[in-house]
């Protein structure tokens, strides 16, 4: 099983689902978070005043799932979240070793 996590721009969370949800993707857990890559944010200016915006709104996606779906879900969320412009994010992608379903303690892929 692989885990993968997608920081991704907020407007793209619903395009993204959607991708996944094509794939054969049945559940994703969201997470709302703030961050900066090497753009380092930017400069606005609100009432006259300058001020830097050093972290900027991004979702995080956690993912786990069989190994063979992993590639068609790589592929779909860079699809789906790609906008071309600086900060379009990071997928990362990590092996699990073990998934418990505390419900019914299903193991393995079957609790995923």
């Known amino acids: 099983m692989k885990k993968y996590e997608a920081i991704i721009?907020?407007?793209k969370l619903d395009e993204v689902k959607e991708a996944l949800?094509?794939?054969g993707i049945q559940g994703?857990?969201?997470?709302?978070?703030?961050?900066?890559g090497r753009q380092k944010g930017h400069t606005e200016l609100y009432r006259g005043a300058e001020y830097v915006v050093d972290f900027l709104p991004k979702v995080k996606i956690e993912v786990v799932m069989d190994d063979?779906?992993?590639?068609?879900?790589?592929?779909?969320?860079?699809?789906?979240?790609?906008?071309?412009?600086?900060?379009?994010?990071?997928?990362?992608v990590s092996t699990v070793d073990?998934?418990?379903?505390?419900?019914?303690?299903?193991?393995?892929v079957d609790a995923i």
Do not use: Y
Not at 70 to 79: G, M, N, S, T
């Open 68 to 92: 063979a779906l992993l590639e068609r879900a790589i592929e779909a969320i860079q699809h789906a979240a790609r906008t071309g412009r600086i900060g379009d994010g990071k997928i990362f």
């Open 9 to 11: 721009k907020p407007f």
């Open 21 to 23: 949800h094509e794939v």
């Open 98 to 108: 073990e998934a418990i379903r505390i419900r019914t303690g299903e193991k393995g």
């Open 28 to 36: 994703i857990t969201v997470t709302e978070a703030k961050g900066f």
